[in-house]
Each structure stands twice: as C-alpha cells, then as structure tokens.
C-alpha cells in the first residue's frame, strides 16, 4: 500500500528546500539591490557635484565675460571720443590750411593769370550766392574786359574736383551770376599736390591748371598753345 504521508513530508521537505534556497537567492539579490543603489546614488551625487562645479565656473565665466563687455564697451566709447576729436581737429586743421593756401593763392595768381595771357582784371575770393535752397561758393573769381575766370582751389586737386567744378561751370555758373551771360567765361583749378593724371584730365575738359610751388609762385601747367574752354558758350 502506497505510503502518502511518507510523500507528503519528503514533499514538504523539499519544499522547505526550495524556499530555503529562494529565501538565499532574494536575500543576495537584495543586497546586489542595495549594493547598485548605493552605487548609483555615489554616482548621482558626484554628477550632482560635478554640475554644481560647472555651474560655479559656468557663472564665473559669465561673470568675466561680462565684465570683459563692459570693460570693451567702455574703450568703445572712450575710441569713439577719440575718433570725433580726431576728427574735429583734422577738419579743423584742414579749415586752417584751406584758408592759409588760399591765402598764399590769393597773393599769387594774379601774376599767374597774367603769364596766362589775361591782363587788366580784379580778383575777388570767397564769393558766395544763394537762390532758395540752393548755394554755390566761387574760390576765387577774377573779372576782366569781357572775361571772367572762375578758379576752384584745392590743397590734392582730385579727377573727382575737376569733374565737380566743370558741373558747376556748365550747370550753376550763370544761374547764380547771370550778369556774366555775354561775358567769355574759363575755368582754372588750383592746387598744392596734384592727383597723377588730374592735369591731363582737367586739359581735357578745356581747363587751366595752376600749381603752387614750394618757393611761394603759382605756376601754370597747360601745355603752349592751350586754349581754354570758354563756358559761356553753349
């Protein structure tokens, strides 16, 4: 006859077993838990530590690179006076030597004009005409017996001042003096240094070309037998 409680025991037993050995295996699995937690949060505390550092220089940084802007802009504003005093100084300094070489022109073209061929004149400087909103200003203006002679002064005379000053004769010139309108009209340039080529090109818009020269003499530079254009025509 089967014994069913000799099973039931060795069942029970092996049971027992069985939970015995699971017992072990969860304890060991929750230390293994425990263990990578423990690890885990060592870990998060040094990533949390090593945030907190790079924050820290993070702000630094900001801190400097602010400081560093400010520092930046204050030297802006400190060049940017500079520039405008600079700037005022040099047109300043360019007022004054505008007016002391026309000044030295004024007391030499008139022998200048007479070795061009032009006799019996008188010269005035600084002549200025308004109409509305409108304005034109004349260097230096010598009238004649039937002639005027418009002259433009320049300390470098430029391509770009000979192409303004032929505008001016051809465009605004009898505008602003229509009592010179029967009157032969030419334009001279002046100027201290020359831009290479300027002459040439001045030649070609039928002007003359006076140089001051180092010795106090203002020097005409059209080739013999020039022509001057006369402006009043057409």
Request: no cysteine; aromatic share 10%.
């Amino acid at each position: 006859m089967r014994d069913y409680r000799e099973e039931f025991w060795k069942g029970l037993k092996e049971l027992k077993d069985e939970i015995r050995t699971l017992t072990r295996e969860l304890a060991e699995l929750q230390r293994e838990t425990d263990r990578r937690m423990r690890e885990t949060d060592r870990e998060i505390k040094e990533i949390f530590k090593e945030l907190a550092k790079l924050q820290r220089e993070t702000d630094k940084q900001l801190k400097e690179t602010d400081r560093m802007i400010k520092e930046t802009d204050r030297q802006l504003k400190e060049l940017s006076l500079e520039v405008k005093n600079t700037t005022r100084a040099i047109s300043e300094l360019n007022g004054v030597w505008k007016s002391y070489s026309e000044k030295i022109m004024f007391d030499n073209i008139e022998d200048a004009l007479k070795n061009a061929g032009f006799q019996d004149f008188a010269i005035s400087k600084g002549i200025k005409r308004r109409k509305g909103d409108k304005e034109i200003e004349i260097d230096f203006l010598a009238v004649g017996d039937g002639y005027v002679v418009v002259l433009e002064t320049k300390t470098t005379l430029k391509v770009k001042d000979v192409r303004k000053f032929v505008k001016k004769l051809k465009d605004k010139f009898l505008e602003f003096f229509p009592e010179f309108r029967n009157y032969r009209i030419y334009g001279a340039v002046v100027g201290i240094n020359l831009q290479d080529g300027v002459e040439k090109f001045a030649f070609k818009n039928g002007l003359m070309v006076f140089r001051y020269k180092d010795n106090g003499e203002v020097e005409i530079l059209n080739p013999e037998g020039f022509e001057p254009k006369d402006f009043g025509v057409g």
